[in-house]
């Protein structure tokens, strides 16, 4: 059962991941890569949510480690921060690299503290 929550909540995770960002890309075109930033700072907002309120067991799976982990993705952060770089853009790489992680704690902790009210 806790693969299929996994599995259920990642299939859900990609596809939220996928059209947001297509979106976003498709409405902004930028250099800068809007749409992984805005979801990975907004997925760890969520996940801080997730952990303050105290979720485990299954719903723990199905959000966190299956929606989440799907939403969120570190492979095509680290590929945008080193596209950005191989194009010469190092201060938007700087900038990318920098502000998501700085913000994606923030978020957390921030959605942490929202988790904790709910």
Do not use: H, Q, W
């Amino acid at each position: 059962m806790e693969y299929i929550l996994v599995g259920v909540g990642g299939i859900f995770g990609s596809l939220a991941r996928y059209c947001l960002g297509r979106i976003i890309s498709e409405r902004l075109k930028m250099i800068f890569p809007l749409g992984t930033f805005i979801i990975n700072v907004c997925g760890a907002f969520l996940l801080g949510v997730v952990n303050g309120a105290g979720l485990n067991g299954g719903a723990y799976l199905l959000l966190a480690e299956g929606f989440l982990g799907a939403y969120t993705t570190y492979s095509t952060f680290i590929y945008e921060g080193f596209n950005l770089f191989r194009d010469n853009e190092k201060a938007n790489a700087l900038f990318y690299i920098g502000s998501s992680l700085f913000l994606g704690i923030i978020g957390f902790i921030a959605g942490y503290a929202v988790g904790k009210m709910l």
